[in-house]
């Protein structure tokens, strides 16, 4: 009869439902799994030290004023995320691009959701103006980012006796912006030869001690290095190496998409992308995921 037939498809309806919400809740609780399976990394809740560096290519310009977008991406982020962002160093190029820049990011597990940035990021656009722009041919530029932890126990005792302090003169994008006083500085960490530089501000104290902050990093991470690398050799002998030098995603202006090559992820919309909000969010999210199922 028609009301049993009514029933039926009701209870039909029903079940779907309720087979849906299981659906959900084991996807839920499988994550929750590997989130209690996966080693959590002492080091996630640390503010970093973030670098974006332009590649070498040809096409010098194009890497230098993707550089510059990856900067504005993750101040973008910092700001989604409610984190501070303060610029330890900018190094402009010509026509508005950016050589080099490092800045330090403090809040909440700023190392967990940046921690798998680090890399060379790929862009591929056709110019906007000259001769490629009018042949619509594509340009490929490259830029790398680097994370270093700064744990809060962070300290490293560097004996002044190891350092070579050099000043210079500030480089900068031509014209009013290059100061005329020796105010930029470098300092080189003779042991080990690891450097880093400052030209942020017109005191050259102030340089100085922004200088030797990141020189710390990068000594805390060299040192660092040398333990987590004994613990990743057995690691790496069986998955390959996960280095910073292989390309981990790869931005394509003119067809509108961003590709993370270590998971596949795929996202449209690369001005929306590249306001560092949701978008970037979400593929971060998604590598995370990745990571910790791969562990």
């Known amino acids: ?21 299981i659906s959900r809740k084991i996807l839920a609780l499988r994550k929750d799994l590997i989130k209690a399976l996966v080693p959590t990394d002492p080091l996630d809740p640390s503010n970093i030290l973030l670098e974006v560096v332009s590649g070498r290519t040809t096409g010098g310009d194009i890497c230098q004023q993707f550089t510059r977008e990856m900067f504005d991406m993750y101040q973008g982020f910092a700001s989604y995320k409610n984190w501070d962002f303060e610029v330890l160093n900018y190094t402009p190029a010509e026509y508005g691009g950016l050589h080099h820049a ?19 990021h790929r862009v591929q656009r056709i110019p906007e103006v ?32 190891d350092l070579r302090i050099d000043t210079f003169r500030s480089r900068g994008a031509g014209g009013q912006s290059v100061n005329t006083t020796d105010s930029a500085v470098r300092i080189v960490h003779l042991p080990t030869g690891i ?18 902050r990141v020189l710390k990093a990068r000594l805390y991470q060299s040192m660092m290095g040398k333990d987590t690398e004994q613990r990743h050799t057995a690691r790496k002998q069986q998955v390959g190496t996960r280095s910073q ?51």
């Open 1 to 21: 009869s028609a009301g049993a037939k009514d029933e039926d498809e009701q209870l039909t309806q029903l079940l779907k439902e309720e087979e849906a919400q």
């Open 102 to 120: 490092a800045v330090r990011i403090a809040g909440d597990n700023v190392y967990r959701h940046l921690k798998h940035e680090g890399g060379t």
């Open 130 to 161: 000259g001769l490629s722009s009018r042949m619509q041919r594509i340009h490929t530029g490259t830029m790398t980012v680097i994370i270093l932890p700064q744990p809060v126990e962070f300290d490293v005792h560097v004996d002044p006796k």
């Open 195 to 212: 450097t880093a530089e400052c030209q942020q501000t017109r005191s050259q104290l102030q340089n100085r001690d922004t200088a030797m």
């Open 245 to 295: 030098s292989e390309r981990i995603r790869t931005y394509n202006f003119s067809q509108d998409r961003v590709t993370d090559h270590r998971t596949g992820y795929v996202t449209r919309d690369i001005k929306d992308f590249m306001r560092g909000g949701e978008a970037l969010h979400d593929l971060i999210s998604d590598v995370l995921e990745h990571a910790e199922r791969e562990a």
